[in-house]
């Protein structure tokens, strides 16, 4: 007669490698903890997408009295390109501070070329990685994972994404999205009167035309809004370009501030989608606070 377990026995194999598991995820961490988090970026390469080199991803930056490194996801993911858009806006502050900027989204050299041209973020501080494999190495949260059976990893991959759109998996998600749509007086006003957006279907909008919805020197009603649907148009435009590998489409990402001896003195990792920052309102707000507290 076939030897047959009893249930305690079943019971007891589970518990034992779920142990395992845990114990070699807390090893991990450790591991990780140890080694200083600015030792294992300063020693990660990856391609370069000014010239296609295969370098640090903190070249050209020892130097610096503060380095911004940012994990980003993919760089077709709305979040990177509002990032983006609040680093150009204070570009001028963060040079005059010596911060110098280093950037690591998921995607090829193509995707990256696109990002910078519509963005404007430098092509010489953006890295790409295919495969989210540093992502993966700090444990940033890689999203919903629900598996449908049928369907390919990328088919899995835009399911997920489309109900962490809907706040499932991406707490605060609708929140924001309803904040772009209301407006904020605890925000600064996005777009100068003189400044003019294009954002398909709508025609061309002054910024002074959002002062009927509101007022001005605040986020007005539809301000952000406006914005994230320009950057909605130039994803959807080119999206075989912004997104190669649709299996990564739910990966988020992280910000780091270090000093100049490789000290960290923020962290912010992405629990959600339009969740890049602590405080949506003023997202590059940290850099002050860790930078004079310092």
């Known amino acids: 007669m076939a030897y047959v377990p009893a249930p305690y026995e079943d019971a007891a194999s589970v518990i034992t490698s779920t142990t395992a598991i845990l114990w070699s995820h807390a090893r991990f961490y450790t591991t990780l903890t140890l080694m200083n988090l600015y030792a294992l970026l300063s020693q990660t390469d990856r391609q370069r997408v000014s010239d296609g080199a295969i370098v640090p991803i903190l070249s050209n930056c020892e130097s610096a009295a503060w380095q911004l490194v940012l994990l980003w996801s993919q760089l077709g993911d709305f979040d990177n390109l509002e990032y983006a858009w609040w680093l150009q806006r204070e570009s001028e502050q963060l040079d005059a501070k010596g911060i110098a900027v280093r950037a690591v989204g998921i995607g090829d050299r193509a995707s990256g070329q696109q990002f910078c041209a519509y963005t404007g973020f430098p092509a010489d501080c953006l890295f790409v990685d295919p495969t989210a494999e540093l992502h993966q190495m700090l444990n940033l949260y890689s ?11 990328s088919q899995n991959a835009l399911f997920n994404l489309l109900l962490m759109c809907a706040g499932v998996g991406s707490p605060g998600t609708l929140a924001e999205v309803w904040r772009g749509y209301r407006g904020d007086r605890q925000a600064p006003q996005l777009i100068a009167d003189e400044e003019t957006i294009n954002a398909f279907p709508l025609p061309p909008l002054k910024g002074s035309f959002f002062r009927w919805a509101g007022g001005k020197g605040f986020q007005r009603p539809f301000e952000l809004a406006t914005l994230r649907l320009r950057n909605m148009t130039e994803v959807l435009s080119h999206w075989k370009t912004y997104v190669p590998n649709a299996a990564y489409l739910t990966q988020r990402g992280a910000t780091f501030l270090f000093n100049a001896q490789g000290e ?9 989608i ?21």
């Open 143 to 153: 999203g919903l994972s629900v598996k449908l059976p049928g369907l390919s990893p």
């Open 264 to 272: 960290l003195l923020y962290e912010h990792r992405d629990r959600a």
């Open 274 to 294: 339009l969740g890049f920052a602590t405080d949506m309102r003023h997202p590059l707000s940290f850099l002050s606070v860790a930078i004079e507290t310092k």
